[in-house]
């Protein structure tokens, strides 16, 4: 008989009470994550190479017009459902706060980043294929976000965060594509 210890190392002990943390107070988590990934995921260097970038950019250039596509196709073919409540608010009010400007823009990135890419889906790849662990990360990832219209942008997002993650090497990339990509979802809330 197999006996799998789930919370075997120190790191998906440390994982474990990130997760749990962001859910009861997010912003004590962005602590607690800053510190895990400076403090105790040290064994990768980061690093800039011009190669690294250029093919960072590229990868952007397609996935752009993909998301686009996705989102158009999805709000055609699923009219009836609304946008999440938070995107609601901020189409009716035309007016967003600075705090929330910083969760949307920063604090959600980050710890969404760390909590499926960096731990989850690392911890999940040691059991399973990456196919499979990327699967669960992205229904898990579009699940969270408590919405059917953006389940399909989220799921495709949530693949392609993968893929650069799995790419790089690096929770700095995924970070940055995910940093971006709600910028524009930002910009688009409030000029559309």
């Keep these: 008989m197999l006996k799998i210890n789930l919370l075997s190392t120190e790191k998906e002990k440390i994982g474990l009470i990130l997760i749990v943390s962001y859910f009861i107070i997010p912003e004590i988590s962005l602590l607690l994550i800053v510190l895990y990934f400076f403090v105790l995921n040290q064994e990768k260097k980061i690093y ?12 952007l250039l397609f996935f752009i017009p993909v998301i686009y596509i996705i989102s158009l196709t999805t709000k055609a073919l699923l009219p009836d459902y609304q946008e999440q409540r938070i995107v609601n608010e901020i189409k009716q009010s035309g007016v967003i706060s600075m705090r929330l400007i910083t969760s949307i823009l920063i604090t ?14 690392r911890y999940l ?14 229904v898990s990832f579009s699940i969270i976000h408590q919405n059917i219209l953006a389940s ?9 965060l993968t893929i650069v993650y799995e790419k ?25």
């Design 48 to 59: 800039y190479l011009k190669e690294k970038i250029k093919d960072f950019v590229s990868i």
């Design 125 to 138: 790849k040691k059991y399973t294929t990456m196919l499979c662990s990327s699967i669960i990360v992205a």
């Design 152 to 160: 399909t942008v989220l799921f495709t997002l949530s693949i392609f």
């Design 168 to 192: 790089f090497g690096n929770i700095l990339f995924p970070i940055a594509v995910h940093i971006l990509f709600n910028s524009i979802m930002l910009i688009l809330m409030l000029y559309n």
């Design 108 to 121: 959600a990135p980050i710890i969404e980043e760390i909590i499926f890419r960096s731990i989850l889906y």
